[in-house]
């Protein structure tokens, strides 16, 4: 079966960092192009970023650039965001996604972001 | 940078026809997918290449494109097909997600 479970989000001030983990299973992790969607309480859905299948390309929304990065270990099958210089308004749900495919998703982790 | 607009909300009767539509300059040279979240729910996959319907989906729910425009149908819409619905596309790096269409059946 299919998984991909995110963790390590939790409450963080702003300015301060943090670093999120999806644990892929059931599929070769290696082969696929992976995502970070995340969803702010009671918003849409919007695209963070994505990383090619070896690691060596990634690309970021204009809003998080410069603050993410995403990164992968195909050995550990897990995919990471590291989160810089956190803001309120990065405050959301985060998903990650499998690349080509999109489905299934994970139940994201919730990062607010709050003195 | 790309956008795509979704209508906010529609609303149709149980057994009617919805239609929602996504547009953007984007669609006119890449295929959109659709995804499907309840209240409380990870999104479902359930269109993408523009019409494909994933193995699982029920045969109610279709897509279709024309130019610009994108449409998901659904036709005899059940209660339970109430959701926040949404496109998105990609091109060169740039994914873009529209802002989504929240169905009422009722």
């Known amino acids: 079966e299919v998984q991909l479970v995110e963790s390590g989000g939790g409450l963080v001030q702003p300015g301060g960092s943090l670093r999120l983990s999806c644990a892929a299973s059931?599929?070769?992790?290696?082969?696929?192009?992976m995502h970070w969607v995340r969803q702010a309480p009671g918003k849409g859905l919007v695209w963070v970023s994505r990383?090619?299948?070896?690691?060596?390309?990634?690309s970021y929304a204009d809003s998080v650039k410069g603050r993410f990065t995403i990164s992968r270990d195909n050995a550990k099958n897990t995919l990471y965001l590291q989160m810089n210089s956190l803001r309120a308004e990065d405050t959301a749900v985060y998903y990650c996604?499998?690349?080509?495919?999109?489905?299934?998703w994970g139940q994201g982790t919730l990062v607010t972001v709050s003195s | 940078s790309y956008e795509l607009t979704q209508p906010s909300s529609v609303s149709v009767s149980p057994g009617q026809t919805a239609r929602i539509t996504c547009s953007g300059d984007v669609l006119a040279k890449k295929y959109a997918r659709w995804f499907q979240q309840k209240p409380g729910q990870a999104p479902v996959l359930v269109i993408y290449k523009d019409s494909e319907r994933p193995s699982g989906i029920p045969e109610r729910f279709s897509g279709s494109s024309s130019g610009t425009t994108v449409t998901l149908t659904i036709s005899g819409a059940q209660v339970e097909d109430e959701a926040d619905y949404y496109c998105y596309s990609a091109a060169d790096n740039i994914r873009v997600f529209g802002g989504g269409t929240k169905l009422t059946v009722l």
């Open positions: 059931g599929f070769t992790f290696s082969s696929y192009w």
């Open positions: 996604a499998r690349g080509d495919v999109w489905e299934p």
């Open positions: 990383i090619n299948s070896d690691g060596s390309s990634t």
